[in-house]
């Protein structure tokens, strides 16, 4: 049974806009973060005495808020067992990918052009491996040799030994944090920040440390900080066009996390899922190459298909040899085809990453000048690559601004998913991955729905993070 706490709630919760019954206003937000993910389907709220308690309200204020999301259907509750969040009836239109609704909650694009070449070339090479058991818990030799190339080819010299492939980046995130993560331990992250990286490293009861990153960059005098206070024992971090702020690492920062890592014994974990994904840029080389003791995560969804699950762990031996041990009790390998076709699409890399580039520049220049247009006052920063904006809508509400899209045909994620406990409220994570008519429609859309959003002044988050 999965209980959130009253004062992680509260956190969640943040200041409430005032404008109207305090139990009224309680229970739309806690609405909001049951729509926007934040509170999963079935967890448990606290007793309505406990949170009062932590939110400083009267218990009344709580038990009103609590009547109200049962008479929305949002909440559910057992004498005796407690109150439990329930998913809130889908807004007006379809649901996300269905039609009439543009689904920007996942920056990804369709299938790059190369791929359907690419699997009938792997059918073809498949009989060979059909005579042997297919367990491969390390990767099929072929691909690992493709992968090791790549990263040689950018710089750092690597050995298909220290190669592992995975069912995707995020397999991969999963298992280096079983393997490398006890309950308790720190472990650093950058905020705002991929969040099913969050999310598993919480499962993994890791307690969290905020590495602070906008726009402009990584603030690394927070992080030399942070890593002095706490020396954690991993540290995730996106250097190349990070999600969400599309912010890189420049060369000389790279070399200081290196070094702040190596002093406090903290294993750097580098998600390189869109680090091929420039659009202005230019090539940097990868975070091992100041790091050689750094574990480099990548993989293919980004640059050629979502729909093709194959990712890869870069690490010392010593570290793929710990990596394959504890993955036997997750699972016994990649799928095969899938592994051919991620080496042969390997081999077209240059057309993936020219034929990405030019779809992103469009879509990037498609929304700018939508944003410029229906919101001349938000403030964001035209990122060199990656696929999302990470736009300032202050003062609007993120959360209800993005209820309100819904409504209106467009699904997005609000700030706060990005962020720990709340943050991010006025953030607002636009992809521009989609064409650029339909990218244009859903900033008209946008303008629309923000009629219906919080437009309140900005306030202070209940707890600074």
């Known amino acids: 049974m999965v209980t959130v706490t009253s004062q ?13 019954p305090l139990y009224s206003e309680l229970a739309e937000r806690l609405r909001l973060l049951a729509v926007d ?9 606290p007793a309505e005495r406990e949170l009062a308690a932590a939110l400083g309200m009267s218990r009344t204020t709580v038990a009103g808020a609590y009547a109200l999301l049962r008479e929305l259907g949002c909440l559910k509750s057992v004498r005796g067992s407690g109150s439990y969040v329930v998913l809130p009836d889908r807004p007006a ?9 543009l689904d920007l909650t996942k920056a990804a694009m369709p299938a790059a052009s190369p791929v359907k070449d690419c699997i009938r070339r792997a059918a073809d090479a498949l009989g060979p491996e059909l005579g042997r058991s297919g367990y491969e818990v390390i990767g099929l030799p072929r691909l690992r040799v493709a992968v090791a190339d790549h990263y040689t080819a950018r710089g750092v010299p690597t050995d298909p030994d220290q190669i592992m492939v995975t069912t995707g980046v995020q397999h991969g995130i999963a298992l280096v944090a079983r393997t490398l993560l006890s309950p308790g331990d720190r472990a650093a992250v950058e905020q705002p920040t991929y969040p099913h990286a969050m999310d598993t490293l ?45 912010a890189s690492l420049d060369p000389a920062g790279r070399e200081r996390l290196a070094r702040l890592a190596e002093r406090h014994r903290t294993v750097l974990v580098a998600d390189e899922t869109t680090a091929l994904l420039d659009i202005s840029r230019g090539p940097l080389p990868p975070l091992a190459a100041f790091a050689p003791g750094s574990v480099t995560l990548g993989g293919l969804a980004k640059l050629a298909w979502g729909g093709l699950r194959v990712g890869w762990i870069r690490a010392p031996r010593a570290m793929v040899a710990r990596l394959a041990q504890a993955r036997t009790s997750l699972d016994l390998g990649t799928p095969v085809l899938e592994q051919l076709v991620a080496a042969e699409l390997l081999e077209c890399q240059d057309v993936l990453v020219a034929e990405r580039r030019h779809r992103l520049g469009e879509g990037l220049a498609a929304l700018a000048g939508a944003l410029s247009e229906h919101f001349p006052d938000w403030t964001w920063t035209a990122p060199q690559g990656g696929m999302s904006v990470w736009a300032d809508c202050t003062p609007l509400s993120s959360s209800q601004l993005v209820v309100a899209a819904r409504a209106r045909g467009v699904a997005l994620t609000a700030g706060p998913r990005f962020g720990m406990d709340g943050a991010f409220e006025h953030r607002l994570r636009l992809p521009f991955t989609a064409s650029p008519q339909e990218l244009r429609q859903a900033v008209a859309a946008l303008r629309d729905a923000a009629s219906d959003a919080y437009a309140g002044p900005s306030r ?4 600074a993070v």
């Open 8 to 20: 992680r709630l509260g956190r969640m919760l943040g200041p409430l806009p005032g404008h109207g």
């Open 37 to 45: 993910g934040r509170l999963p389907d079935g967890v448990r709220l």
């Open 93 to 101: 239109g379809a649901a996300p990918d269905e039609a009439g609704v």
């Open 202 to 246: 919480q499962a993994a009861r890791a307690r969290l440390v905020a590495l602070p990153v906008t726009p402009a960059g990584w603030d690394l005098e927070a992080a030399a900080a942070a890593f002095r206070a706490t020396s954690p024992a991993l540290a995730y971090t996106m250097p190349d066009f990070h999600n969400p702020t599309g």
């Open 460 to 463: 202070p988050p209940l707890v």
